[in-house]
């Protein structure tokens, strides 16, 4: 199913970070208008975690290395660099944070609503993607552990592979849990888990 594009921000909080005092104000004005609420922040910018609402970041991206104000997180949020000087190194530093999108200086109106949609809809696919990945890597673990138990039930009670692997889905059925959680509880009474396994089962 195609995902369907993200392009109405009011209500969404804009952190400012390092900005100085004339391109904040302007910046400030576009967003409220837009319907962000708009607040300037401390060289760190709030976790994701402290932002009730979506939000997106801007950061300066021409401040000299010796005071970088690049957010620590701000691959937790989308962020958007705000750049005046496209010196090589100054472009690697934004490259390097994992920016969805970036503005340039003086800022005007036109482009920040467009880096504002690229921003939003780049940073809510990464957090898709990498959810997916970290659904297929519990899948495959479940897999590993299921597979363990039946070679473990082959071995221990003469069956084959089969008949092993239809024990555990009937063992699950009955107790009303995963055959996941059915392979790893086998594995822990029969001694064949990992020792690791037993002081997370506590």
Not at 36 to 60: C, N, Q, R, T
Not at 61 to 74: G, Q, W
Not at 81 to 86: D, K, L, Q, S, Y
């Amino acid at each position: 199913m195609r995902q369907r594009i993200k392009s109405n921000f009011r209500g969404y909080r804009a952190f400012l970070v390092g900005l100085d005092d004339a391109n904040a104000e302007h910046l400030a004005v576009i967003l409220t208008r837009l319907g962000l609420l708009v607040e300037v922040a401390d060289l760190k910018a709030p976790s994701a975690g402290s932002a009730k609402s979506s939000a997106v970041v801007f950061f300066d991206a021409d401040e000299e290395p010796e005071t970088p104000r690049i957010p620590e997180n701000c691959g937790a949020l989308a962020s958007i660099a705000v750049i005046g000087n496209e010196a090589p190194s100054r472009l690697a530093r934004v490259v390097s944070c994992g920016c969805d999108s970036h503005i340039v200086k003086p800022i005007r109106s036109a482009g920040v609503y467009t880096a504002l949609v690229l921003a939003v809809n780049g940073r809510d696919r990464v957090s898709r993607a990498q959810a997916e990945a970290q659904l297929l890597q519990q899948r495959l673990a479940a897999r590993r552990v299921v597979t363990k138990a039946v070679v473990a039930l082959v071995q221990q009670m003469n069956l084959d592979d089969e008949q092993a692997y239809e024990y555990l889905r009937k063992e699950a059925m009955d107790r009303r849990i995963s055959i996941e959680q059915m392979a790893r509880d086998f594995l822990l009474a029969s001694g064949a888990a990992p020792s690791s396994w037993a002081s997370h089962e506590g």
